[in-house]
């Protein structure tokens, strides 16, 4: 019962209740739109009659959407309750051998996001990433995978820092191809300087590295390759 496309069938109070106890925090809205197939169909039983909701659990923003068999509305799950219903059904990852990491590049390892925030405290960068399905399968094998920032010199200055800080990939999982990393600077600066920073793009590099951090790709200049595609996704539509 773990295939993605199966019927579930639920006819004990537990898990009924589950179910149910989704849908009553989920933000509801107006779904009249194609939807692709889902990834489950769940049958619940309850005094005899059946009631069939379909579910959308690997989306890759991470929340999950539930619907009613032949009714438009639509049910919006949060980001943890998307998790619990993924640990429920328990999708079994594919058996991948260990495998040694190559050299990545942008066809591998798209950059699509990078955003600047900060508080009287820290300066936060996140970075969203996709992976192609081959580096999907490569960091799956890795017992874990690391990305670093390095920062233009005018910020190593502001900041004090001239080493790049290094964060832990998340784990590749549920076929998600879409990632995202956060970097955190402490920081005591004005809030002048912490708006600069929040302003300033240029000049911040990204690497990944494999398990032994060993460099294994190098993206230069972030905000250009984000740039980029962003223009190429404008031409697809």
Known sequence: MKEKGDV??????????????????????????QLAAADYTVTIEREHNKELYELWIHNEDRRGWIKKNKEKELYVLSKEDTAALVEFFAFPEQTVNEMPMGEVSNKDLQLIRFIIVSNPQVIQYKVTYQVSHALYNTLAAQPEYYLKLTFPT?????????EGTVVKGEQMKNGYRQYEIQFTVPCNLSEAQRKAIERYYEGYNLFILDYLQHIKGEFPNIIEIVKEHGMKMDLKR
């Open 8 to 33: 579930k069938v639920f006819g004990n109070v537990k898990e009924h209740e589950l179910i149910v106890n989704l849908l009553s925090k989920a933000e509801r809205v107006e779904a009249d739109l």
């Open 154 to 162: 005018k910020i190593q200055n502001t900041l004090g820092i001239k």
